[in-house]
């Protein structure tokens, strides 16, 4: 009966085929511990990526990779404060402290991330005048970064998203590939929040609208940790 039941697990478990991808977002010095803007415990999710990334034959990185005095740092708008949200031309735009300034070490991934195979790493966020959380379209809704025509071309037609942050760069990263008409699935162990004025529960629950399913790594078919 034992046996059975393992059986029956290990069937149910995902096993990412030709057409699924691992998107792995924004695992950066800045975004980790010691960084400008550290998300929680965010280097603790490294060891589990790298092995998440095994198991899939087509991963792509993202890189937040900003212009000093981009629009979206505190320090661009005088009197104001990060965490303070303005208005900007595209809509709301939440301020942070100055990060991922282009060609800086807090800009680059973290060397902890061992993914050798990975294809293609996507910077976004280099406009000055415009944010860019998801991997697929910035923040003014219409300017793409290039990773849909990239993944439609090598035939995918699933990602599945981990890294920083769950409630920003993952969360809308996962809803615009929903909205590209992609499956898309956020593996909530291989993230970690900011959780600013409930922004955590908030993403999840947009995402839950949208059809990302909400996965734990123990779901997918992994290689031995």
């Keep these: 009966m034992t046996e059975l039941v393992s059986n029956a697990s290990a ?23 010691g960084g400008s ?42 009197g104001k404060k990060p965490f303070d949200v303005i208005d900007v031309p595209y809509g709301k735009q939440v301020l942070w402290p100055d990060h991922c300034v282009q060609g800086t070490d807090g800009a680059a991934i973290h060397r ?3 993914i050798p ?3 293609l790493v996507i910077r976004k966020g280099f406009n000055p005048l415009v944010d860019s959380y998801s991997a697929f379209i910035e923040a003014d809704g219409s300017s793409k970064t290039g990773l849909d025509g990239y993944l439609a071309g090598r035939g995918i037609k699933a990602v599945y998203v981990a890294g920083l942050a769950t409630d920003f760069c993952v969360a809308w990263t996962a809803l615009d590939a929903r909205k590209l008409g992609l499956d898309a699935a956020v593996i909530e162990d291989a993230c970690r929040g900011i959780d600013t004025q409930g922004s955590l529960a908030a993403a999840w629950k947009n995402m839950e609208a949208a059809g990302v399913r909400r996965l734990q790594s123990s779901g997918l078919e992994l290689p031995p940790a």
């Design 11 to 33: 069937q149910a478990k995902i096993k990412p085929g030709a057409d699924a991808a691992l998107i792995v977002v924004d695992v950066q010095n800045c975004f980790t511990p």
């Design 112 to 114: 902890g991330i061992d």
């Design 117 to 119: 195979h990975a294809q």
């Design 37 to 78: 803007l550290a998300v929680d415990k965010g280097d603790e999710i490294i060891p589990l990526i790298n092995r998440i990334a095994k198991a899939f034959r087509n991963v792509v990185l993202t890189q937040d990779w900003h212009t000093a005095n981009h629009i979206s740092f505190a320090s661009s708008h005088a």
